[in-house]
């Protein structure tokens, strides 16, 4: 069973449509976490919930939408897309303390913007 | 072989040899450290951590140093094989409590026959 699972694993979309990314963990962690990779291999955390709540918001444009219905869910959406948008965004959870593991991430999705 | 992570991105090594990764990581209040390992297409895959009150941890394999003084942490990969080829990447939180990771730049190891 895949610990922290996301979907889909590949989007490409044109400029402005609007997308959205899932992602479901069945490790029974509180905290659950977005982070995107850019080009140059760079990732760089953009939310943080915990328990359903908001902790982190990394001053992402507030067209990305994070969702939790539950603290095994925590999906993403995006609006307008553009073309800097595009990247691997990966999903990510963990229960704290976190020492010993450290943070389970998904295998990322590929979004393309064009 | 042996890399300074930031400003040496690829880092290539013979098989078996040992492999040493390094990172320069920012913020002194910095409490824990993990090193990952992300292999082409998969997310990133915890290897080792350490806290802030150790400047050694090994495991297998690999032994991870820190040096809380010049703000710098290795990664040693002992006989290092084809299958450890990927971009490893130091990470830095106030505490090993934390919902904060911030990952460094990476550096991609290369292991050829």
């Known amino acids: 069973d895949t610990a922290v699972s996301q979907t889909p694993k590949y989007l490409v979309t044109q400029m402005g449509n609007d997308k959205s990314i899932k992602c479901e963990q069945n490790?029974?962690?509180?905290?659950m976490y977005w982070y995107k990779q850019d080009s140059k291999k760079f990732l760089k955390i953009m939310f943080s919930?915990?328990?359903?709540?908001?902790?982190i918001n990394e001053t992402v444009p507030n067209r990305f939408s994070p969702k939790s219905p539950d603290k095994a869910h925590l999906n993403l959406h995006i609006n307008s897309l553009e073309l800097g948008d595009s990247a691997v965004y990966f999903c990510?959870?963990?229960?704290?303390?976190?020492?010993?593991?450290?943070?389970?991430f998904g295998s990322g999705t590929r979004l393309t913007v064009v | 072989g042996e890399s300074v992570g930031l400003h040496l991105p690829t880092l290539s090594v013979q098989e078996g040899d040992n492999s040493i990764i390094n990172c320069a990581y920012s913020?002194?209040?910095?409490?824990?450290f993990i090193w990952y390992k992300q292999e082409s297409g998969k997310g990133p895959q915890f290897i080792i951590d350490?806290?802030?009150?150790?400047d050694k941890r090994q495991g297998q394999r690999v032994t991870v140093l820190l040096n809380k003084t010049v703000k710098h942490l290795s990664l040693q990969i002992a006989a290092t094989q084809p299958g450890d080829s990927a971009v490893y990447y130091c990470?830095?939180?106030?505490?090993?409590?934390?919902?904060?990771?911030?990952f460094g730049t990476g550096t991609r190891l290369q292991v050829f026959p």
């Open positions: 990510a959870s963990s229960q704290l303390p976190t020492e010993n593991y450290g943070y389970t």
């Open positions: 990470a830095e939180a106030r505490s090993y409590n934390t919902d904060k990771l911030i």
């Open positions: 490790l029974g962690h509180d905290t």
């Open positions: 350490i806290r802030s009150n150790m």
């Open positions: 913020n002194s209040a910095s409490d824990y």
């Open positions: 919930y915990n328990n359903k709540e908001l902790i």
